[in-house]
């Protein structure tokens, strides 16, 4: 069983608008899973996503799949 804690970081592109999202990309190796937060919300809730889901999804988001926002 692993302990290890996550570390959160979020992508050098952000601005500093307040919308943006952080990610604990250290915990996919070793819990297979992916946790996602609202950087404005450092201790709010997190949503945990499977490696294969959030691959999917930045996949998506870089072949433009989402529009522009």
Not at 14 to 42: F, W
Request: with cysteine.
């Amino acid at each position: 069983m692993t302990t290890e804690s996550s570390r959160w970081f979020k992508s050098s592109y952000s601005g500093n608008g307040g919308q943006c999202i952080e990610v604990a990309a250290n915990l996919a190796a070793s819990r297979g899973i992916v946790p996602v937060r609202d950087s404005k919300v450092p201790g709010g809730p997190a949503l945990s996503t499977s490696t294969d889901a959030f691959a999917s999804f930045v996949a998506g988001v870089k072949a433009g799949d989402f529009g522009v926002f």
